[in-house]
């Protein structure tokens, strides 16, 4: 019953932050103690508990990689940061050339409907290559800081999206008032920030279905 | 180890913890030990967050139960405190007894 009304979202959460060594002892605690203050105080008094210590616990887990492993997390932010920056070009280079193998002699002769079909085929192609790209960076980068993968995955999509932020600030500076365009391209921007965080959630959820125990032990 | 090398406000409260606890320490009692004789709510993240640099230091040692189904089928990791450890909390408290001795503190601040 009690684990049943467990915080789902809390719950995942707090088994993403976990590291390697207290993958198991962290979320096996909360739930113990969520268990006997259901039994208790009632099922939504040990709710409110679980989300209070789970977001506690969370910032800790965070705080703490940064001082257990400091420079494993700073080495694997800035190569996944340079991959992003020399990757994201590459990317847009070969799709660009990929939609220009079959179409570059016959594009000058494109009416109107062709042209504007091709032109979106073109930013979207560009958009979702670019932002698989990002999604592979944040795996890698997640596969390389080994039990900190959160850690490491939400530093380098948050100093992607604060330089982003810094260029689009200067951007609105220097082309103002006419930067109507400067908008989408900013969301357009921090989706990367979050295709990296999902590229560490997947490493991470990989790692933990390896070396999950089917519940009922 | 160096001889300076004094425990910090808390680390030094989740050694005793450990100490009171004897073979019944991990993550739960020693939170709810620390939570009903300091009164100060603590997390999860904090009380594993300073074992994991404690062990790093030698100062305590963990290992593994077995696990059991209401934790969801997950292990306790049960900790105590070595040798190295022991040392540690005698010379912090050396240090504090030395510090506060003479001092009328009650007085003082009353």
């Known amino acids: 019953m009690s684990q049943a009304s467990l915080p789902r979202i809390a719950s995942w959460l707090v088994d993403l932050f976990s590291p390697g060594e207290d993958a198991e002892s962290i979320p096996g605690d909360l739930l113990e103690e969520f268990s006997d203050l259901a039994a208790k105080s009632g099922v939504a008094s040990a709710r409110r508990w679980y989300w209070r210590q789970s977001a506690k616990t969370i910032a800790h887990l965070i705080g703490s990689g940064f001082r257990v492993a400091p420079w494993s997390i700073v080495g694997t932010v800035l190569v996944g940061y340079l991959l992003l920056v020399f990757g994201d070009s590459l990317a847009e280079e070969a799709i660009v050339g990929v939609i220009h193998l079959r179409r570059h002699h016959v594009t000058p002769y494109y009416n109107q409907t062709q042209l504007a079909t091709y032109v979106l085929w073109l930013n979207t192609s560009i958009l979702i290559g670019r932002l698989l790209m990002s999604l592979i960076i944040g795996c890698f980068v997640a596969l390389a800081a080994k039990g900190r993968e959160m850690a490491a995955t939400i530093t380098l999509g948050l100093v992607v999206g604060a330089s982003l932020g810094v260029f689009f600030l200067v951007g609105v500076l220097r082309h103002w008032p006419q930067n109507a365009y400067l908008s989408p391209f900013l969301v357009d921007q921090f989706a990367h920030s979050i295709a990296i965080v999902i590229g560490g959630i997947i490493v991470r959820e990989s790692r933990l279905a390896m070396t999950r125990r089917p519940s009922g032990v | ?110």
């Open chain 2, 1 to 110: 180890m160096s001889s300076r090398d004094y425990l910090g406000e808390f680390e030094h409260i989740v050694i005793l913890a450990l100490l009171r606890l004897g073979d019944r320490a991990y993550g739960v009692t020693v939170r709810q030990e620390i939570e009903a004789r300091t009164g100060r709510e603590v997390s999860v993240g904090a009380i594993y967050a300073t074992l994991d640099r404690l062990e790093g230091k030698g100062y305590v040692k963990s290992q593994f139960g077995e696990p059991t189904p209401e934790r969801g089928g997950r292990s306790k990791r049960f900790f105590r405190v070595t040798a190295k450890g022991m040392s540690a909390v005698n010379r912090t408290h050396r240090a504090i007894q030395s510090m506060t001795r003479g001092l009328d503190l009650i007085g003082s601040y009353s």
